[in-house]
């Protein structure tokens, strides 16, 4: 299975940082989040990755460079930003008529790949993607999912104040050709997945839960509480 690790964002919460660091390599223990991705992707089966870019590109091609899985990865720019499924539609070549990971790459997550593509693997004959969840401690400021019986979304409730439950979107998927298929009949260069693409797979989209660890680093705030979690996640 490939993977895009969707790398393109400004980060804008983080600034000063991010003004001369690009997001997906703010550092973590020392380490650039990007890193931790590519080990993970790379270590739990897949094969290929490419990764989109717009904001401070030069430090990600100098990291890709000298990274040890540099001959397994793939980098596009984007002068101008395409949306999460934009890059998806422009990249369609690459993933071919296969099912492909989707992964915002301004998450700290800790999963098995494997795990993942066998549980899409084992969907429901009608859905067209699997979309990770995880338990948030913020449920007001996630997209918060509401589940059937067979594991499928039945309701989605995107950063609304008095959410349904703490069960999140952790924005990361397997997607089927015919979900790319969906997104070029929409006929525009920008799309946004979670506003434009899941609403129309509603019912169609199974569910795979990340029990170990997952928190999006978009803010100062979150950022602390990785550093913490994750010394305490990875202790004796």
């Not at 924005?171 to 129309?200: C, M, N, Q, W």
Request: aromatic share 8%; net charge neutral.
């Amino acid at each position: 299975m490939k993977a895009l690790l969707l790398a393109a964002g400004l980060g804008l919460r983080l600034r000063p940082l991010t003004e001369s660091v690009p997001k997906c390599l703010v550092p973590i223990r020392g380490r650039p989040l990007l890193d931790y991705w590519l080990e993970l992707l790379f270590e739990g089966g897949v094969e290929q990755v490419l990764i989109n870019t717009h904001h401070l590109p030069a430090p990600v091609h100098e990291f890709v460079g000298r990274s040890r899985w540099r001959e397994r990865v793939g980098l596009v720019h984007e002068d101008e930003l395409l949306g999460t499924g934009g890059t998806v539609l422009a990249n369609r070549a690459f993933f071919g008529r296969e099912p492909f990971m989707v992964i915002h790459a301004d998450n700290l997550s800790f999963f098995d790949p494997r795990a993942f593509e066998a549980r899409h693997r084992a969907r429901p004959p009608a859905a067209a993607l699997t979309m990770m969840t995880f338990d948030t401690d913020a449920p007001q400021t996630c997209g918060i999912v509401v589940l059937d019986g067979a594991g499928l979304v039945r309701e989605m409730h995107e950063k609304v104040p008095n959410p349904p439950g703490r069960l999140a979107n952790a924005a990361i998927y397997v997607f089927e050709p015919e979900v790319v298929d969906y997104i070029a009949t929409l006929g525009k260069r920008f799309v946004d997945v979670s506003t434009e693409v899941l609403p129309h797979f509603m019912g169609r989209i199974f569910t795979f839960h990340n029990s170990r660890y997952h928190r999006d680093i978009g803010s100062y705030d979150s950022l602390r509480k990785a550093e913490l979690e994750l010394e305490r996640l990875r202790a004796p």
